[in-house]
C-alpha cells in the first residue's frame, strides 16, 4: 500500500506544480529558465493536461520530453 506524504517529494507526482519547483530541474538538466516559464505556462494553459486530455500524473516526464525535443 503506498503511503501518501503531504508535499512535493521530489518525483514530480504533484501536479500542478509550484514554478519554484520547475525552474530548477529545468537548469540541472541543462535547460534555462524561459524553457521552464513556457513549459509551465504551456501546461497551465491546458489545465496541466496532456495532448489526449488526460490529467498528467508526473510534470517532469513531461518537463524532460520538453527539454529533449527544445535542445
Known amino acids: ?3 501518501k506524504v503531504a508535499g512535493n517529494r521530489g518525483f514530480g507526482e504533484e ?9 530548477p ?13 513556457d513549459f509551465f505556462n504551456y501546461y497551465q494553459a491546458k489545465d496541466w493536461c496532456n495532448r489526449k486530455g488526460v490529467k498528467i500524473r508526473n510534470w517532469k516526464v513531461h518537463a524532460w520530453e ?3 525535443r527544445n535542445k
Open 1 to 3: 500500500m503506498k503511503r
Open 15 to 23: 501536479v500542478p506544480p509550484i514554478l519554484l519547483h520547475v525552474i
Open 25 to 37: 530541474y529545468f537548469i540541472q538538466k541543462g535547460a534555462d529558465s524561459e524553457d521552464a516559464l
Open 66 to 68: 520538453w527539454i529533449w
